[in-house]
């Protein structure tokens, strides 16, 4: 009786502890007194004997009383058959999250291999915008991606193109390339003209030959009709369409990145100037009112990441080699170059053609003439001009020592105003809302449409240095314009 009393008693006792053990774990499985009777059952108690107890060499306690022995040792198996059991579950659940992993990473790249090949097209407040990816299929899957990603909007109506690649692992110890990492980008805008006897490859080689690491240089350009955007298309889906099936990275460090063509009808169409003309003072404040919108349209549509921008005419044909080195280099917020035109048998035949860049001071309305400024229906028209100190850039060049500068290539004097055939400047200037103003902004007033002076890239250098940049010009620099009348 004394024997079965005990064991009562430890069973009472067992019942609490698995009940405070399973607890406190929070295991999902239910123990019932069935249960522990199961484990008691299996711990063989009749096989443990008082002499069994004092024969044993084990220290239990410090109390050799036999019912504390015998005590002791229940409660141990019974700890050894619960760590046991927890040590089961627990690979079971990790088992289980293993599996659950495996399963949902599988989805995930299912789900990424149909997007890479699937064309979206979204009806956002009606314009229509499409997204197509294409996948290569003639490389290693692992080393050379070409995307072709496009934007197409009905109203107003505009199309936008881009072409980049990217290379998604090191191969034999080389470099990566990714185009979104580049640092610098071309910007330029072609209105069916490249120059005489020129076409697009002329100008594509001539960007070509720009010392910059070409990996890391994009290119974006304003393409004004629909023959020449299909023909401009052709060329840069063929460069790309190259890149996808080499087999190698020999070639890929001197080919451009990425390459996005626009078209901006909504712009572009209202610039109906017989280029013969497109100088005379009549028409600068419209012609010039409609470049700073397509320049404004190429910096907030091409630009991503890079930390430098050039624009070029496309009518540029020649330029020192080391002009984009120099400019990086020089590290000015706002630089632009000497403009000389060359004729068919490459010679100078004027020189400091771009005259929007200067220095010193310019002329103002009259007080006579501001009343008509600002007399919506008068038909005035102020045409600003140079005043008595002017300086331009083949001044400088011309007689260096006057300007406080000297003949190298790096000489650079403050100006001003800059000129657009050739404008360097740090991206982040334009990400700060510095753009082209498309009206004369100097001189302004609420009873005024504009002002009288200002406008596109003469305005750039106003807004900018409000901000605290400034525009420099280097007048041994030249790149060469080409006649194309």
Not at 8 to 24: N, Y
Not at 181 to 187: R, V, W
Not at 339 to 347: L, P
Request: aromatic share 10%.
């Amino acid at each position: 009786m004394r024997y079965s009393r005990l064991l009562i008693s430890l069973f009472i006792f067992l019942t609490a502890v698995l009940s405070i053990v399973l607890i406190s774990h929070k295991s999902s499985t239910i123990y019932s007194i069935e249960d522990v009777s199961a484990i008691l059952d299996k711990l063989d108690l009749s096989s443990y004997t008082k002499s069994d107890y004092s024969k044993s060499t084990a220290k239990l306690t410090d109390n050799n009383e036999p019912r504390l022995l015998q005590k002791h040792e229940i409660e141990n198996k019974v700890n050894d058959l619960l760590k046991k059991k927890l040590e089961e579950e627990i690979e079971i659940e990790r088992n289980l999250w293993v599996n659950e992993k495996k399963m949902l990473s599988q989805k995930l790249q299912d789900e990424k291999d149909k997007s890479e090949n699937l064309q979206l097209k979204l009806d956002i407040n009606n314009d229509e915008i499409s997204i197509v990816k294409d996948k290569s299929t003639k490389l290693d899957d692992q080393f050379l991606k070409v995307y072709r990603t496009i934007y197409k909007s009905n109203s107003p109506d505009y199309l936008i193109k881009s072409y980049s690649f990217r290379s998604r692992k090191e191969s034999n110890g080389e470099r990566s390339f990714d185009s979104e990492k580049n640092d610098f980008i071309i910007l330029s805008s072609f209105f069916n003209s490249f120059g005489k006897d020129r076409s697009f490859e002329d100008f594509f080689l001539l960007l070509d030959s720009i010392k910059h690491d070409h990996s890391r240089t994009s290119i974006a350009f304003l393409i004004g009709d629909d023959d020449t955007f299909e023909l401009i298309d052709d060329y840069v889906s063929s460069f790309f369409k190259k890149l996808e099936e080499l087999e190698d990275y020999e070639t890929l460090p001197d080919s451009f990145s990425r390459i996005t063509l626009m078209q901006a009808k909504f712009v572009e169409e209202k610039l109906k100037l017989d280029r013969v003309n497109r100088h005379g003072p009549e028409v600068q404040r419209e012609r010039r009112r409609v470049l700073s919108q397509m320049r404004n349209f190429l910096v907030t549509n091409g630009i991503q990441n890079e930390k430098y921008s050039l624009f070029m005419d496309s009518d540029i044909i020649e330029f020192s080699p080391n002009i984009v080195p120099v400019l990086i280099e020089e590290d000015k917020d706002i630089s632009v170059v000497r403009i000389d035109v060359k004729n068919v048998d490459g010679n100078v035949v004027h020189s400091d053609y771009d005259l929007n860049s200067w220095a010193g001071s310019r002329t103002k309305p009259t007080l006579e003439e501001q009343g008509k400024l600002d007399d919506p229906n008068s038909g005035f028209f102020f045409e600003p001009k140079p005043g008595h100190d002017k300086i331009n850039l083949l001044d400088a060049h011309l007689n260096p020592s006057h300007y406080g500068i000297d003949s190298s290539s790096t000489a650079s004097l403050e100006l001003k105003s800059v000129g657009g055939a050739v404008l360097f400047a740090k991206t982040e200037i334009y990400k700060q809302g510095i753009l082209f103003p498309p009206f004369y902004i100097i001189g302004t007033s609420w009873e005024r449409k504009e002002g009288y002076d200002g406008i596109e890239t003469e305005g750039l250098c106003y807004q900018a240095n409000v901000i605290g940049y400034k525009c420099y010009g280097f007048p041994n620099l030249v790149a060469y314009h080409t006649i194309d009348y």
